[in-house]
């Protein structure tokens, strides 16, 4: 993040609380139930935001070699990732031609191939089928070049990868990251690398734990005994970059910085600064890692979370038991208090007799992630 916005914010921020505001929306917002518990309303998001629009499949730097590959499941569709051995960075639907097992779970480097457990069916990292062991004379009559993995539209840009699980059109990454590339080209986002991952999955609404990353109000009540302790409740203020935004809860600590000279204010040794890249990914950064979450809903009521940690340069036996225990601490945030919310949060909803939530006007980047969400769905893109 450049200097310049780093010294602009927490301008912002120390001006708000020497005048004990907070940054705020021209009105609240009221959600209807339906949001987050209608059937219908999830299927139009399947189709509209997690197969027709791309979506974020990880960091440039969990495919940056030939053979490194990451799959996940996106809008019920499993796809998969992976460089080649010509460099290109190609997208496929993670589909067995043979019994439509998935080929590959997870992420891998360094594959020669991608190789089905099921049958070992077996495919080149351009997708070609390589081989049918013990297959004998079981598909004579088919036609091998035909029996490829199905190709999917994907696409790179300022450290990101997005892919596509239905569709043709080629991949626009970079108007899909927009304005938010000026800060993650300052991060250097491309260079960092896969550490270690934790994956989960919740009884609940993708959309209401992507709701307790967009706002700290609840940090001084739900993270009192755990992160509460150092991190401000408000004020609050975040930046739109048409769906996508930027987000920050600064550390108390910060408040110190208003007794020092504007030289030595530093943000970023300060402060968590989130962007979301829509619809369902946040990109997490605290001091010296990106932790990348991904909310990929199964079901109207079900999502599976994957969170990858991301470090700016090799982990080495000195700095590994620092970046597990951060993972550890963004394990026992996210399963211990936030996401457990949002389970509760789906039950009321679901129980008929609850008809609507309210996002305060000092909620700010939750009202323009919904709002924003509404948006994408009635253009269709």
Partial sequence: MRRETQVELIRELLAHHAAGTTQLADDMLVLPAEVYVSEQHWQAER??????????ACLSGAVASPGDYVSLTVGGVPVVVVRGDDGVLRGFRNVCRHRASSVVSGCGSGAASLRCPFHAWTYRLDGTLLARPQAGEGFDGTDESELGLVPVPVGEAHGLVFVQPEGDDPVDAASLVGEAAFDLDDFNVSSYLPFDRWESSWPCNWK???????????????????????????PMTYRGYGPNLRFQTCQKSILELAEAPEDDWDLLSRATVEYLIAPNVILSHSVDHFAVYQFLPTAVDQTDVTMTLYTPEPVTEQTRPHYERTLELHQRVGAGEDFPQAVKIQ???????????????????????????????????
């Fill in 47 to 56: 189709e509209t935001l997690f197969r027709r629009r791309p979506v974020v």
């Fill in 208 to 234: 209401l734990l992507v709701d307790t990353f967009l706002e700290s109000y609840h940090v001084f009540s739900l993270h009192r005994t755990t992160v509460g302790k150092y991190y401000l409740s408000q």
């Fill in 347 to 381: 039950h009321s909803l679901s129980s008929g007799l609850v008809e609507e939530t309210l996002v305060g006007r000092h909620e700010v980047a939750l009202i323009h992630f919904h709002q924003a969400l509404d948006e994408l769905l009635e253009s269709g893109n």
